[in-house]
Nanobody, 124 residues
């Protein structure tokens, strides 16, 4: 059974840092690209970042580039999202997702498995 379990979300002040984690099980983690998406109230899923299976390729949305860093530890079946200089606009439920491909993608429709999400709230 495939499982993606996110953690690390909480309420913080603007300018703070947070690290989200996503632990995967039920599939060969090291063979799949992993992405982070977010959804704010009343909005669609928004791409945040993606990392290739080996970690050599990373891609970020313009809204988080330079502030967020995606990484992975294939020995721990875990993908991380380090977030710095958080803004109120970053408030959302953050989801990790797995894509059964070694190639990265920013399209939510191309991901096969999703976690349940973790809430990040940034106050001004």
């Amino acid at each position: 059974q495939v499982q993606l379990v996110e953690s690390g979300g909480r309420s913080v002040q603007a300018g703070a840092s947070l690290r989200l984690s996503c632990v995967a099980s039920g599939f060969t983690f090291s063979e799949e690209a992993m992405g982070w998406f977010r959804q704010a109230p009343g909005k669609k899923h928004e791409f945040v970042a993606v990392i290739s299976w080996g970690g050599s390729s990373r891609f970020y949305s313009d809204s988080v580039k330079g502030r967020f860093t995606i990484s992975r530890d294939n020995d721990k079946n875990t993908v991380y999202l380090q977030m710095k200089s958080l803004k109120p606009d970053d408030t959302a439920v953050y989801y990790c997702a797995a894509r059964a491909s070694s190639f990265i993608s920013a399209m939510a429709s191309e991901y096969d498995y999703w976690g349940q999400g973790t809430q990040v709230t940034v106050s001004s």
